[in-house]
């Protein structure tokens, strides 16, 4: 047995050598999953209590918990308890803290917010520096704790375990934080990134173990060998915990892959935001940021197809164009959506009245109402996890897609032909049209801060050739469809970023009369759905000379206007040189503009000489110029083959008009918001009118006299009709106290705006005598009729100049059918 003083001899056990190294594997496979799911930046509390959960996932269990189990796994001398290793507690417990402590700063350093090159890649290399410092810092200090035993290093092996130690980190951490947002669909690079690590930190701690002399101090007591038990039970414990929360982990990553593709046949809400360099933002997941809207729209009618035609999706899509008209509303919505739900529960139940439930049957007879609540409070739900305002989500994209579409036999990992063309794709997609589901989306261009406040809050922005495969699979459509609407997608929100369209253009106005007479389509660019096909007449304003001269075209066909135009006869005298040139200018314009739609269509247009102004900004758009438009107005045949024309796209006339209703500036948006809150406002409002009455609103709760329901005043004929200052139940009626007195509250749209928490609905009044014609000549007045008659409208929207062009087509087509 050893001597006190003497140098005892030691050799691995190789079964605790791997059972430390997996110890450091739970650990390191736990700290790149946080790292993989925290936000960048270390800006506030929530970034910084990431960073220590990561440091500390690390520094406990990957190096401390591997350090302890490690040591066990080296044997002293004939392996006498005796002689083995014991530890102070003092040094044990500052062992755990100094290699976190060293961690947060090395994965602080990472998420440092630096647009330069030199400092971004100075950071990495202090975080890698920090981190294989504090693995050799924490094995050093935890040995420097052994009680029982002097150690001696051999030099070589020292140094050689610092190298690997900073080496590896260095290595491991700069290729993660490098890579991170391409892997994020990638799990089995993350767990190499793992494998390497804790490979590293093994290698270090049974490097620097090697050949060490171990000179012995003094025996174990009693109570030293039950204590030295003690690190490697809690280093057991640590490890599980950390294998157990991996577990954990990956179990809700396979159920939130079943929740995503049972999302794909409901109707939900996705947000698809750019940053500057055109990676999409996603969740740690991979996944789009979504919110479900409801299992399916309910249709009124069999040939009812809720698509931008749908008056709902227009309604929406104005809506997101104008949030700050709806976004004081929501709230309540949210509340009236969950009385909803609790009064249907309350109803179901056996014993529960009717009155409980009789609120949502008046109110719920539009089931647009209903979607319209879900879509606000959808998009307001992915605002607030966003950590951001609803006037800043974005806009809604102009398509639904359909999804749910992959059949059992499809592989979505399985790429389309390479050679295939977009024009293939497309038009594949326009094909596949019956999905299970419906996913719309709000999408908007960031900057540079907002792009950093975002990945504060945790999102990822990665390409779409990184997480397409995850979309697909979320969709459940091929992907090579999921990559044509990411790049539609794209290039819509690099069109509703634009400043604007300058000068003066010549355009075809082509409206297309849909089958079963369902409408019309109007023709329109295939990449700028809110523009006609058209070409630059003039960079600048038409001149008075100009206006006129082209006011000589009203009315024409483009066959005669391009001879009148050509003038090879020189027949007309009256014109001037100016006028010559600019007829060269217009002739050329037309001839182009006949390019990019079909012939028939283009030769049997007729030319408006009267311009109409457009304006194309968004609403982030500032001051942009008015675009001047002259057109071609043509009533097209739907049968006409348009292959051979590439650049146009028909979309339904009714949300090309709408989409021109959302211009910056447009006093449309206070038309939209006025009639959002005459229709929400009364709605969401009775609720809960009795509970929350405000004190400056004098009410009135009556309670309603029983009498014949013949002298009972007949009730209006829809929810819609009501006044928003009178509701009546089985048991009390609420009445304005005005209204009362025979007093009728007309809000107009010139007067001031009322603060109204019954809605501020425009009403019209008026007083009604109505005489009934008896027998035998007498004459008398129906008390019953008498009273004041309320009836409900809306503000009628401004007409834009897509109204002029169509009012110029119809008049066209009474013409010709006349």
């Not at 056996?350 to 209903?370: C, M, N, R, V, W």
């Not at 023709?523 to 082209?550: I, N, S």
Request: charged fraction near 20%; hydrophobic fraction near 40%.
């Amino acid at each position: 047995m050893a001597q006190i003083g003497d140098v005892v001899p030691s050799h691995f056990n190789p079964s605790i050598v791997t059972a430390s190294y997996f110890a450091s594997l739970c650990g390191c496979l736990l700290t790149v999953e946080l790292l993989h799911r925290r936000g960048t930046g270390v800006s506030n509390w929530r970034s910084w209590a990431e960073t220590f959960a990561c440091a500390a996932a690390l520094g406990a269990i990957g190096i401390w918990c591997m350090h302890f189990i490690g040591n066990r796994a080296i044997i002293l001398g004939d392996g006498t308890a005796t002689i083995q290793l014991v530890y102070s507690p003092g040094y044990s417990t500052l062992s755990v803290f100094l290699p976190i402590i060293g961690l947060s700063f090395a994965f602080a350093a990472a998420e440092f917010p630096s647009r330069s090159p030199f400092l971004h890649w100075s950071a990495l290399t202090c975080t890698g520096v920090f981190a294989g410092l504090s693995v050799v810092g924490m094995h050093y200090i935890g040995n420097f704790g052994i009680s029982n035993y002097k150690l001696q290093y051999v030099s070589r092996y020292l140094a050689a375990s610092v190298v690997i130690a900073i080496g590896d980190c260095l290595a491991v951490l700069m290729l993660f934080y490098t890579w991170r947002d391409k892997w994020i669909s990638d799990w089995w690079k993350r767990l190499l990134c793992a494998v390497a690590l804790a490979g590293g930190v093994s290698a270090m701690h049974f490097t620097a173990s090697t050949n060490c002399i171990y000179e012995l101090k003094h025996y174990n007591s009693h109570e030293a060998i039950r204590s030295r038990d003690v690190q490697v039970i809690i280093a057991g414990i640590l490890c599980g915990t950390a294998g157990l929360i991996v577990m954990c982990v990956l179990m809700f990553t396979r159920h939130r892959d079943r929740v995503l593709k049972r999302s794909s046949q409901k109707v939900m809400l996705a947000c698809a935001m750019f940053d500057p360099d055109g990676r999409v933002l996603v969740t740690t997941e991979g996944v789009l940021p979504a919110r479900e809207i409801t299992d399916k729209y309910n249709h009124r009618t069999f040939d009812e197809d809720f698509d931008t035609a749908h008056q709902v999706f227009q309604w929406i899509f104005r809506v997101s164009h104008n949030w700050s008209g709806v976004s004081d509303l929501i709230p309540r919505m949210k509340s009236h959506l969950g009385a909803r739900s609790d009064d249907s529960e309350d109803s179901s139940r056996p014993g529960s009245s009717k009155s409980s439930s009789q609120y949502d049957l008046e109110a719920i007879t539009d089931y647009s109402i209903f979607f319209r609540e879900r879509f606000c409070t959808a998009a307001a739900s992915l605002a607030a996890s966003m950590h951001i305002s609803i006037e800043n989500i974005g806009v809604l994209y102009d398509k639904i897609i359909e999804t749910g579409t992959l059949k059992p036999e499809d592989r979505v990992g399985k790429r389309n032909n390479p050679h295939q063309s977009r024009d293939d794709l497309e038009l594949a997609l326009r094909h596949s049209i019956f999905g299970k589901g419906q996913l719309l989306f709000l999408t908007r261009q960031l900057d540079a801060d907002q792009t950093d406040k975002l990945l504060n809050t945790g999102f990822r922005f990665a390409s779409v050739q990184h997480v397409g495969r995850n979309f697909a699979e979320a969709m459940q459509i091929p992907l090579a469809a999921i990559e044509v609407h990411m790049d539609n997608l794209r290039q819509y929100v690099e069109n509703t970023s634009s400043a604007g369209k300058a000068g003066t253009w010549l355009s075809v106005f082509a409206i297309v009369p849909k089958a079963n007479s369902k409408g019309f389509d109007v023709v329109v660019k295939r990449t700028e759905q809110d523009q006609l096909p058209d070409v630059q007449l003039l960079p600048g304003d038409v001149q008075p000379y100009q206006a006129r001269f082209l006011q000589r075209l009203d009315g024409v066909c483009p066959t005669i206007a391009m001879d009148f135009l050509e003038d090879h006869d020189r027949k007309d005298l009256r014109r001037t040189p100016q006028e010559q040139h600019f007829a060269k200018v217009a002739l050329h314009a037309m001839d182009a503009l006949s390019k990019q739609v079909p012939s028939a269509w283009f030769q049997h247009a007729r030319f408006v000489g009267k311009p109409v102004y457009a304006n194309y900004s968004q609403p982030t758009g500032a001051d942009t110029p008015i675009t001047t438009i002259f057109s071609l107005v043509v009533c097209a045949d739907a049968h006409t083959s348009t292959e051979s024309c590439n650049n146009i796209a028909r979309v339904p006339l009714s949300f090309f008009t709408a989409r021109q209703q959302c211009t910056a500036g447009s006093p449309n948006h206070l038309v939209l918001t006025r009639d959002i809150h005459q229709e929400f406002g009364p709605l969401l409002t009775r609720k809960g009118a009795a509970k929350n009455t405000p004190s400056r609103e004098k009410r009135f709760l009556t309670h309603k006299s029983k009498t014949n329901p013949s002298t009972r005043r007949p009730s209006a004929q829809s929810t819609s009709e009501r006044s928003d200052t009178e509701y009546s139940s089985d048991t009390l009626e609420l009445v304005d106290k005005p209204r009362a007195f025979g007093v009728s509250v007309t809000d107009t749209t010139a007067g001031a705006e009322r603060d109204n928490v019954w809605g501020g609905i425009l009403v019209n009044s008026e007083t009604v005598m109505r005489s009934d014609e008896k027998k035998e000549g007498s004459a008398g007045v129906s008390m019953h009729d008498l009273g004041i008659r309320v009836a409900v409208g809306t503000s009628r929207m401004e007409a834009t100049w897509v109204d002029e062009l169509f009012a110029v087509a119809r008049e066209a087509m009474s013409s010709r059918s006349g």
